[in-house]
């Protein structure tokens, strides 16, 4: 049986694409090298920021690049193509239409397995750029799938942004106490379950080891349904 590739949109942002892959790699069931995913990986960082385009669309429009990247992957032989970036997904229709090869999406998939593992959901917290957040792509899905959704409020995603551009992307000490917070904020709202929809933020999780069920990470589910839709088993 022929090996499935997995082809990465990347560079949106550099940390998220690189830690996406070690994801994959961790959570692959695979005794050996070749047991493993193989994955065509475009870091490409020069891509324009999604969010600002969102907010204001006289900045740099990001779309065209992504599809000549998604192009790439295609002509590389890859089987399924995926964009470790919650808010570039703002765009996923357009990709999608630019190539043949199947894109998976990373907001049906964290909502799917949100359902699958958060006993009683019926109301969904999300925390993602202010990008994601105005676009209401998390909103639209969560409707779709008859849930309720929370948001931050304008002060609390104003520091949430604070906390993704000028921590997590420019690599310096994340404000654990002031994330966990706004984490707190959204429970006392009515949520039952907490999306990290911004893929900076998965990182937080990794680096302060946040295992909690009611803290749902879209990179990790992206991650799993990678693995599986190549033909490979998660690590137990």
């Known amino acids: 049986m022929k090996e499935k590739i997995l082809g990465v949109l990347g560079g949106v942002g550099p940390l998220a694409t690189i830690y996406f892959a070690d ?7 695979a005794k050996n090298d070749q047991e493993h995913i193989a994955m065509v990986i475009l870091n490409h960082a020069t ?29 590389n032989d890859c089987d399924y193509i995926v964009i470790p970036c919650n808010t570039a997904h703002y765009f996923f229709d357009e990709i999608q239409k630019s190539v043949d090869v199947p894109i998976i ?3 049906e998939e964290t909502v799917s397995y949100a359902e699958r593992t958060v006993p009683n959901l019926k109301c969904v917290g999300i925390l993602a750029t202010e990008g994601t957040v105005v676009s209401g792509a998390y909103q639209s899905v969560l409707e779709k799938h008859g849930l309720q959704c929370r948001v931050p409020s304008a002060e609390d995603q104003k520091s ?23 984490v707190g904020e959204l429970k006392k709202a009515g949520s039952e379950a907490v999306i990290l929809g911004c893929t900076e933020l998965s990182v937080i999780k990794e680096d302060f080891h946040l295992s909690r069920v009611d803290i749902v990470d879209s990179m990790e589910c992206l991650a799993r349904a990678s693995i599986l839709l190549c033909g490979k088993k998660i690590k137990a």
């Open 23 to 29: 994801l994959v790699i961790k959570m692959t069931d």
């Open 47 to 75: 891509i324009p920021d999604r969010t600002q385009y969102i907010l204001d669309n006289t900045k740099p429009n990001p779309l065209p690049v992504m599809i000549e990247d998604a192009r790439k992957l295609q002509a």
């Open 105 to 107: 999406n990373i907001l």
């Open 160 to 182: 949430l942004t604070n906390i993704i551009y000028n921590q997590v992307k420019a690599g310096e000490r994340v404000d654990i106490c002031e994330f966990l917070r706004i």
